[in-house]
């Protein structure tokens, strides 16, 4: 059975980096494509970050202004989400997310169309 466990996170001021990690038991990350969202207080969870099972796609959220990159280790069946410059509205839970696919190109940020999702992570952009 397939189960994300997140790690990562924490304290940053603001244009400081963090990096969050995903890694997968029970299934091989080769089949998933990854998502990244994040939940914030008064706002609805938006997608952040996706890629896709063979790294050849890659999509990010606009308003991330290219701070973030998404990528993966398939041999360590782990997927990274890296945050640079980082702001306080970015703070939040991020989630990372999994859907099991036999399309390679498969990089989408639509929440419902995830199977699987880890526990959440928090970042907190603060002075």
């Known amino acids: 059975q397939l189960q994300l466990v997140e790690s990562g996170g924490g304290s940053a001021q603001p ?10 038991t029970g299934v091989s990350l080769e089949r998933l494509a990854i998502g990244w969202f994040r939940a ?11 890629v896709s099972p063979g ?4 999509f990010y ?20 989400l890296e945050m640079i410059s980082l702001k306080p509205e970015d703070t ?8 099991d696919t036999t399309i390679q190109s498969t990089c989408i940020l639509t929440a ?12 907190t ?3």
Do not use: H
């Open 15 to 24: 244009g400081e980096s963090l990096s969050l990690s995903c890694t997968a």
């Open 40 to 50: 914030a207080p008064g706002r609805e969870r938006e997608g952040v970050a996706c």
């Open 55 to 58: 790294s050849k796609t890659m």
């Open 61 to 80: 959220q606009t308003s991330m202004d290219g701070r973030f990159a998404a990528f993966r280790d398939n041999k360590k069946n782990t997927a990274y």
């Open 92 to 99: 939040g839970i991020y989630y990372c997310a999994a859907l």
């Open 112 to 123: 419902s169309s995830y199977q699987t999702w880890g526990q959440g992570t928090q970042v």
């Open 125 to 127: 952009v603060s002075a």
